[in-house]
């Protein structure tokens, strides 16, 4: 029997975290703990047929387990993952927290689980719109070396967790600094020195940490009105000439890949596959190519890649506790 803390229960991804865990037969014969955040204390959360009491995070109540599954925010990671670590636990943060540390492996278990290993009691989980582009660029750059991305975000407003979504279905800004419905926030997070913002600065350092690259990449992130999945589109620059056709073969062997004419979050919301199309020549480059990607955030772009990395742990079998 595993012994699995889910940190941020309560929320859109901590709930979607459940919801994989209950599809994957990994709910029934375990201890789950349900933790959220003290405004949540009491709350009685239905799992299948059982009830779990929802547990106030705090100092007191950090026991020993063999996950915890954190989708709580930087903040509570960073004060909270450690006490979970410290009492034999493989951390899994969703969080920002740990992503830039180089002893904390940033993964995405299609590329780089072999990164984990016991010795790795805090492992990061990706950005949703990095996880996405990771998995679109591997299957090129294992045969291409790339000097160049440009890429340019679309991402739903699930993304910026429940709050954003009633400001899109109630037109008000109590989560987005302006109305998303019916517009475009060419913004996520905070603007740093320099011009981007933390949003774009995370998907330029995680690609290359995730790919143990140094590609050239330029972002812009977008907050667009829809509910759920994401989308990229994406601007490849390759040291010498590559194909569209080339390239859509080299992603058919992609992991987790599904070639189609038009990919659009429609198609990925009922999906874990990262939907790619209008792959294409960049007439204005030379040995550049064009292609768009979809995806769903809620997903792969955070609560399975999460439980992933756990499965990964279990079945090499890696100590816990």
């Known amino acids: 029997m595993l012994n699995i803390a889910i940190i941020g229960a309560t929320g859109l991804v901590g709930r979607e975290i459940i919801k994989i865990l209950q599809e994957k037969d990994l709910i029934e014969g375990n201890k789950i703990i349900l933790y959220a955040s003290q405004k949540s204390a009491g709350k009685i959360m239905i799992i299948g047929k059982q009830k779990y009491n929802v547990v106030p995070l705090s100092k007191e109540n950090v026991v020993s387990c063999d996950f915890a599954l954190f989708s709580a925010g930087s903040s509570v990671a960073k004060q909270y993952a450690p006490l979970f670590s410290k009492k034999g636990a493989f951390v899994i943060d969703n969080s920002s927290a740990f992503r830039r540390y180089k002893n904390i492996p940033l993964v995405v278990p299609e590329i780089n689980a072999n990164k984990i290993n016991a010795k790795t009691k805090i492992i990061a989980s990706p950005n949703c719109s990095t996880i996405g582009l990771v998995l679109a660029i591997a299957p090129l750059l294992a045969k291409k070396q790339i000097e160049r991305i440009v890429v340019s975000t679309y991402q739903a407003v699930s993304g910026a967790g429940q709050k954003a979504i009633n400001d899109y279905l109630s037109n008000s800004t109590t989560k987005l600094e302006a109305p998303i419905a019916g517009n475009l926030i060419p913004k996520i997070d905070r603007f740093l020195y320099g011009g981007n913002t933390f949003e774009e600065d995370k998907l330029i350092f995680e690609t290359n940490k995730i790919l143990n690259t140094n590609i050239k990449i330029s972002a812009t992130c977008v907050r667009v009105p829809i509910i759920n999945c994401h989308s990229e589109s994406i601007n490849i620059t390759f040291k010498t000439q590559t194909s569209a056709i080339m390239a859509q073969n080299l992603l058919k062997n992609g992991q987790r890949i599904e ?47 999460v439980v992933e990395i756990m499965e990964y742990i279990i079945k090499n079998k890696l100590k816990t506790q």
């Not at 659009?264 to 294409?280: E, T, Y």
């Open 259 to 305: 070639i189609c004419e038009l990919p659009m979050p429609i198609l990925a919301n009922s999906s874990d596959s990262v939907f790619i199309g209008r792959i294409r020549k960049d007439k204005s480059s030379l040995n550049t190519l064009n292609m768009f990607i979809c995806f769903n955030n809620l997903r792969k772009g955070a609560a399975l890649n």
